[in-house]
C-alpha cells in the first residue's frame, strides 16, 4: 500500500463504521435509496456532520450522490457483507491499534489500561457471523440432534438463540466474560422469544475450565460450540494442552464440538497480490494484547492429542478462518 492508500483507507474505515452505526447501509440495503434531508431530520442528525461522511464515502467509492439522494455504488452494496469487520476493528479495537507505540514500549498494557469496547466486539462478531458465517453453521449443525447448546464467547447470543429458535423443544445456553455483551444478550434473547429457553451467563470460561466453577445446566449440554474464542482459551502456555481435555471434562455429555476460529494466515500463501480483509487486523490485535495465535495444522494436533476425534475442518467464512467438527471420543 502507498501513503495515499494507506492513508485513505484508514479514514475510509472509519467512514463506513460511522455510517454503519447510523443506520445508512441498512437503510439502503432495503429501500435501496435514502434522502439526506428527511434522513436527518427523523434521526436528529447534524446535517452539515452527516453530508461530509456522505460525501467523503463518495470519494471513496461507496456511495451515489445526486442532490439530497443517496444510492449505494456496487462496491458499497458489496461492502455490506463485511461492515462486521469495521465494527470489530473500528469499533472494538481502535484503542489498541492507537495505542502500539506505548504497547511496545511497555508503558500501557491490555487488561490492565488498555481496553477494547467488549460490545463492539460481540456485536461486530455477530454482524460477521449473520453475513458470512450463519448458512455454513446451519448446514454443519442440520444433521446434529441436541437438546441443550452451549456458545462458548457467546457474545450477544444471537447464534444460540436462532439455533434454539430453530429447533423447538431445545434449551440454549450463552457464555461471555464480557458483562456489556450479556446485558445485550437478554435484549436478543428477548427479542426472539426465549426468555426461560436461552440464558446468557456471565462467566470466564477459564473459570469453569479450571477453577471448577459451574454453570446451571450446563452438565445437560449435548453440543458445545465457540467461535472466534478459542486462541483466547488457549493463551496461556502452561495450560494449553488442558483445554481440550478439560472442555471434554466441563461438558461430560456432550457429543459434539463446533469449534471455529481464524488461524494465522500461511506467508507463503499466493494471494493474488491482495491482502484479504481482516486478516492483518486479527493478527496485529491480538500481538498487541499478547495473544499467541496458531495455523490449522496446530488445531488439528492439539484436537487429537486432547482426546477429540476430528471429523472434517470447513472453510468458514472470513480469511483462514475454519469450523472445527470434532467429536469426543
Known amino acids: 500500500m502507498n501513503p495515499d492508500t494507506a492513508f485513505n483507507g484508514y479514514i475510509c474505515a472509519n467512514v463506513l463504521h460511522g455510517l454503519e452505526r447510523l443506520g445508512v447501509f441498512e437503510l439502503l440495503r432495503d429501500e ?8 436527518c431530520e427523523t434521526n ?14 463518495e470519494s471513496f467509492g461507496y456511495l451515489d450522490v445526486r442532490g439530497a ?32 507505540a506505548p504497547v511496545a514500549r511497555g508503558e500501557r498494557r ?23 458465517m450463519r448458512h455454513i453453521l446451519d448446514e454443519e449443525i442440520a444433521g446434529i440432534d441436541f437438546r441443550t447448546l452451549v456458545d462458548l464467547g457467546a ?16 434449551r440454549g445456553i450463552g457464555i461471555d466474560i464480557s458483562r456489556p455483551a450479556t446485558e445485550l444478550a437478554r435484549d436478543t434473547v428477548a427479542g426472539y422469544g ?6 446468557p451467563v456471565c462467566a470466564d470460561v477459564l473459570d469453569i475450565l479450571f477453577n471448577g466453577q459451574e454453570i446451571d445446566g450446563g452438565d445437560a449440554a449435548d453440543v458445545v460450540m465457540s467461535f472466534m474464542f478459542l486462541h483466547d ?35 507463503n500463501e499466493d494471494g493474488g ?13 491480538h500481538a498487541l494484547m499478547g495473544v499467541p495465535l496458531h495455523t490449522r495444522e496446530e488445531y488439528e494436533e492439539l484436537f487429537e492429542r486432547g482426546g477429540m476425534k476430528l471429523r472434517r475442518s470447513v472453510p468458514f467464512g472470513a480469511p483462514h478462518t475454519y469450523l472445527f467438527v470434532l467429536e469426543a471420543s
Open 273 to 285: 497480490g491482495r491482502l484479504p480483509v481482516f486478516s492483518s487486523g486479527f493478527e496485529l490485535a
Open 155 to 170: 457474545g450477544v447470543s444471537e447464534r444460540v438463540s436462532r439455533l434454539v429458535k430453530a429447533r423447538p423443544g431445545t
Open 44 to 57: 436528529g442528525l447534524d446535517s452539515a456532520v452527516f453530508r461530509a461522511l456522505v460525501g467523503a464515502a
Open 32 to 39: 435501496k435509496s435514502l434522502d439526506m434531508d428527511r434522513f
Open 110 to 132: 491490555f487488561g490492565v489500561d488498555l481496553h477494547r469496547d467488549e460490545g463492539m466486539v460481540a456485536l461486530g462478531s455477530a454482524q460477521a457471523d449473520t453475513a458470512l
Open 233 to 267: 482459551l488457549l493463551a496461556a502456555p502452561e495450560r494449553r494442552e488442558e483445554v481440550v481435555p478439560r472442555l471434554r471434562k466441563a461438558f461430560p455429555r456432550a457429543h459434539t464440538f463446533l469449534l471455529a476460529d481464524t488461524t494465522i494466515r500461511p506467508r
Open 69 to 100: 439522494q443517496v444510492r449505494a455504488t456496487s462496491v458499497g452494496e458489496d461492502v455490506a457483507r463485511y461492515l462486521g469487520f469495521f465494527t470489530w476493528g473500528v469499533g472494538g479495537y481502535h484503542d489498541i491499534f492507537a495505542s502500539a
Open 194 to 199: 426465549l426468555a426461560g429457553t436461552v440464558e
